[in-house]
């Protein structure tokens, strides 16, 4: 069990690392932190609370995501689903935003970013699944 972990982890490290380099790099591409802001920020308000420090909000939204996706992927990447729990992942990233009442313009404002969401969930799975196929 602890290698589906530590293999899910990495992939939600692999996608976070690819996300922020094109983040930082490049225009017209997935912002998939602000959405991951915003909701984080959506949910601390039903406890009247919000994070309005920019990067201690960066910093918690980063983390719950690298968690929540580490388990995502520990559960679904390491078994024969790889593929497609990648390609669930990303049709949910661009897809779900909007449905929870949140701005999905960051990940969902153009075909371009959509595609590039859809790629970087992707490519966590295929990490994922290539880090427990060298463990296990």
């Given at each position: 069990?602890?290698?589906?972990?530590?293999?899910?982890?990495?992939?939600?490290?692999?996608?976070?690392?690819?996300?922020?380099?094109?983040r930082?790099?490049?225009?017209?591409?997935?912002?998939?932190?602000?959405?991951?802001?915003?909701?984080?920020?959506?949910?601390?308000?039903?406890?009247?609370?919000?994070?309005?420090?920019?990067?201690?909000?960066?910093?918690?939204?980063?983390?719950?995501?690298?968690i929540?996706?580490?388990?995502?992927?520990?559960?679904?990447?390491?078994?024969?689903?790889?593929?497609?729990?990648?390609?669930?992942?990303?049709?949910?990233?661009?897809?779900?935003?909007?449905?929870?009442?949140?701005?999905?313009?960051?990940?969902a404002?153009?075909?371009?970013?959509?595609?590039?969401?859809?790629?970087?969930?992707?490519?966590?799975?295929?990490?994922?699944?290539?880090?427990?196929?060298?463990?296990?």
């Amino acid at each position: 069990m602890y290698k589906k972990i530590i293999a899910g982890l990495g992939g939600a490290i692999a996608l976070n690392l690819l996300h922020e380099i094109v983040r930082n790099n490049f225009d017209n591409v997935p912002e998939v932190n602000k959405v991951g802001e915003e909701a984080l920020n959506k949910s601390l308000e039903t406890v009247d609370m919000k994070i309005t420090d920019k990067d201690q909000l960066y910093a918690a939204t980063l983390a719950g995501d690298v968690i929540s996706n580490g388990i995502y992927y520990a559960a679904t990447a390491t078994s024969g689903f790889n593929l497609v729990s990648g390609v669930a992942a990303g049709v949910g990233a661009v897809m779900l935003p909007e449905k929870m009442g949140l701005d999905d313009s960051p990940v969902a404002g153009s075909t371009q970013k959509k595609l590039m969401t859809v790629g970087y969930y992707l490519f966590g799975a295929v990490v994922t699944k290539l880090i427990y196929d060298k463990i296990k």
